[in-house]
């Protein structure tokens, strides 16, 4: 069974820093391109960030960019968001998604339960 | 980036009616959308990819249909577990992007 579980998420301060967590099982973490999506509450889904099976590609939504840096650990069977520079518009419920690609883009076929980011001071 | 419009943004419906929800894209895709449903407080889920292609386990009352910039969702049978709330996405070109959502209610 497909497993995504995240984890790190919790109140910080604007300007502040935090790295998120989302551990992979169930399946071979180390063939798959991964994805962070967010939702503002009350709000609808956004892409944020993607990395390739062996780390070499990465892209960002615009509004992270230069801020947000994903990263994975294929022997951990794990994937990672380091996000810096937090603003108030950041406050989300982050989810680790495992991308299907095609044509080298994705869609998403299995999401983790997310993890809340509130930046608030 | 391609804009996804969803429309209605809401509606009330009654269990065994039939539904649909339209998402509009502002340019075209092809047919490379997909279709998530998500309930309160929990992670969306993949109904339907490459437009009309039913996800595995995803029940046959659950279609899709379209090309090009314009896409529907159909619910054949509404059933009380499918009042939840509904998202397309484009997965055509970077960045990635999803329409507002359409929240199916109960009437």
């Known amino acids: 069974e497909v497993q995504l579980v995240e984890s790190g998420g919790g109140l910080v301060q604007p300007g502040g820093s935090l790295r998120l967590s989302c551990a992979a099982s169930g399946f071979t973490f180390s063939s798959y391109w991964m994805s962070w999506v967010r939702q503002a509450p009350g709000k609808g889904l956004e892409w944020v960030a993607n990395i390739k099976q062996d780390g070499s590609e990465k892209y960002y939504v615009d509004s992270v960019k230069g801020r947000f840096t994903i990263s994975r650990d294929n022997a951990k069977n794990s994937l990672y968001l380091q996000m810096n520079s937090l603003r108030a518009e950041d406050t989300a419920v982050y989810y680790c998604?495992?991308?299907?690609?095609?044509?080298?883009?994705?869609?998403?076929?299995?999401w983790g339960q997310g993890t809340l980011v509130t930046v608030s001071s | 980036a391609i804009r996804m419009t969803q429309s209605p943004s809401s509606f009330s419906a009654s269990t065994g009616d039939r539904v649909t929800i339209t998402c509009r894209a502002s340019?075209?895709?092809?047919?490379?959308l997909a279709w998530y449903q998500q309930k309160p407080g929990k992670a969306p889920k993949l109904l339907i990819y490459?437009?009309?292609t039913l996800q595995s386990g995803v029940p046959s009352r659950f279609s899709g249909s379209g090309s090009g910039t314009d896409f529907t969702l159909t619910i054949s049978c509404l059933q009380s577990e499918d009042f939840a709330t509904y998202y397309c996405q484009q997965y055509y070109s970077y960045p990635l992007t999803f329409g507002q959502g359409t929240k199916v209610e109960i009437k």
């Open positions: 490459a437009a009309s």
């Open positions: 340019q075209g895709i092809s047919s490379y």
């Open positions: 998604a495992r991308a299907h690609m095609v044509r080298g883009v994705e869609y998403f076929d299995y």
